[in-house]
């Protein structure tokens, strides 16, 4: 097999790995806590109506969120116990959404295995036909678990008017600290194989690519080796990409792997391409070969305001202080708890914040840590360096744009492409003026929905 090198975009920027907190650190089973609380909108698309009334009995696998729009994903509970209440949840995101709460049973909640060893070279995609991968990953309520949250079955269904030839694989994991992803591609080998080539034969796309950054060798081997074992390994290309952040944006990948460009506020299946991330190949996998729906993942723990960090395997709804809880608690000198990475990762004050299918990371920060001190420091006036436009990986003009949503001009922010901002936060991470360029976009987009729903 052909391994490519140094591959990459134009833009981008290089901020502290900061991998070596988690790297090393096997995935750990978490076993559920006392109550879990399940946000009813974990995806982009339609949220998700309750099926469960309070007081009702629920087990591990059943169906609480019903999703009734194309664009959905439905939600199941990871856990037997008893429907304690429906009722508004905190949320990352969007603050607060409808969530139902679950007090678990003690009795019947061991922590939940990984199924990574009953995968193997022998598993054949052919068992399944396409059809029946596509209603699996459906019904297991799968969706992009590398942070955008877009159904899945949507991505893989083939689809005439967009006919799909090619599925680019995920694996950069390019955003400080996080290191899931790293470690699924290195213990759980077969499984992400085998949900590779499950999304291939629903997709139907003849040509796949697995881009990892090249700061992981040892995942670019321990796929060399598995699809060689394979005899994949003609079908199936490792390219290694440049080490630089974003290059795990989705539009970023694509260019860096094939040097081809999605149109400004278009999809990839627009030109022929399907983008998935290690993560929902794993739980495709589950989905396809077990039934089991998406309700655990692997989730890194990192930075240093925690006593213990690692990778841990934990059921979606766990909050964000039980998992705290359980990898020794915070430090004396913690600052910041940021759900996510530090570069596009939400910086949470409710410790009740529960984990959703979209969170790969807890980044606990001190007030030492750079990512964390930078807007500690006394902004200026922006001095038109042009910085923020060399690091942008769009192309875009993030002052023009900020000065723009200051003053509240959204017509003027539009004029500057507001809308094709993929808000990775290097333009705020090179700015000498200390400008929250970034910030400021998302807060122009915010606005600018709040007024399409007025004039709706």
Known sequence: MKLLSKMTFK????????????????????????????????HIG????????????????????????????????????????????????????????????????????????????????????????CTAVQEGGLVGMGGA??????????????????????????????????????????????????????????????????NKPQAIQALRQGLSQCRLSEEIRVVSLKTKYPQGGERQLIRSVLGRQVPTGGIPPQIGLCVLNTATC??????????????????????????????????????????????????????????????MGFSIADLSTPLTKTSGALTLLTIETSCCAKYNKQRTACIRCGRCLEACPEGLNPTKIAHAVKHFRMDRADEYFMSACIECGSCSYVCPAQIDLAGYIKTGKLLKAREKRRLA
């Not at 109506?49 to 194309?70: C, E, H, L, M, Y």
């Not at 309700?295 to 213990?308: F, K, L, P, Q």
Request: with cysteine; charged share 20%; glycine share 8%.
């Open 149 to 214: 949250g877009f159904p899945t079955r949507v991505k893989i269904e083939a689809n005439p008017a967009m006919p799909k030839d090619t599925l680019i694989i995920n694996g950069c994991e390019c955003e400080p600290f996080i290191t899931c992803d790293y470690r699924l591609m290195l213990e759980w080998t077969w499984q992400v194989i085998a949900g590779i080539r499950l999304a291939a034969r629903a997709a139907k796309c003849t040509k796949i690519f697995i881009g990892i950054e090249d």
């Open 46 to 133: 339609v949220p998700c109506k309750p099926v469960v009334n309070k007081k009702d009995s629920v087990t591990a696998g059943q169906v609480i969120g019903r999703a009734d729009a194309f664009i959905s994903a439905p939600i199941h509970s990871p856990v037997n116990g008893i429907v304690k209440d429906i009722a508004l949840a905190p949320h990352p995101v969007i603050g607060r959404t409808l969530g139902v709460y679950i007090d678990t049973d003690p009795q019947s909640n061991a922590p939940r295995q990984p199924a990574a060893n009953r995968f193997d070279a022998a598993f054949d995609p052919q068992a399944y036909t396409p059809e029946q991968i």
């Open 282 to 343: 794993a739980a495709l996998a589950e989905a396809v070969v077990f039934g089991q729906p998406l309700t655990h993942r692997v989730v890194t723990v990192s930075g240093c305001a925690i006593a213990r960090p690692g990778n841990y395997y934990v059921p979606i709804g766990m909050s964000v202080r039980d998992l705290i809880e359980h990898c020794g608690g915070l430090t004396e000198s913690a600052a910041r708890v940021v759900l996510g990475g530090p570069m």
């Open 11 to 42: 833009g981008g920027v290089h901020p502290l790995e900061n991998k070596q907190f988690t790297e090393s650190r096997a995935i750990e089973a978490v076993a559920p806590p006392k109550q879990i609380v399940l946000p009813l909108c974990q």
